[in-house]
């Protein structure tokens, strides 16, 4: 289950730094450098997941799933909000948590 190994995968990415109590005191904030990429709201049920993504496709996310928002707090054109609801498919979520560190890695 996605929840379980979220933070592994993000952490099996090269050059991956975490911060914990970002935003929140529940939260884990994930850096391609000093580029911020994910957030995963650790204690919220579903799990709660923010990306920072290509804006063209957080847009089709947001308007295709009502399981993806937009993310508080962080710029809107880029970041969404996923509830781990099952709407999104596990693979889903890994390909986009893939996405989003790629994002960052080429915003260097």
């Known amino acids: 289950m996605i929840d379980k190994e979220t933070e592994k995968i993000l952490l099996n990415f ?4 975490t911060r914990e109590s970002w935003p929140t005191e529940d939260s884990r904030a994930f850096y391609m450098g000093e580029n911020l990429f994910a ?18 496709l957080a847009k089709l996310l947001r308007e295709k799933y009502e399981s993806v928002a937009f993310a508080t707090r962080l710029d809107k ?15 889903d979520i890994r390909d986009l948590l893939r996405h989003a560190y790629e994002f960052a890695k080429h915003s260097l």
């Open 39 to 56: 957030i995963i709201h650790e204690k919220s049920s579903p799990l709660k997941i923010d990306l920072k993504i290509d804006a063209n």
């Open 14 to 17: 090269a050059n991956v730094t």
């Open 77 to 91: 054109r880029f970041w969404v909000e996923i509830l781990a609801t099952g709407q999104l498919s596990d693979d």
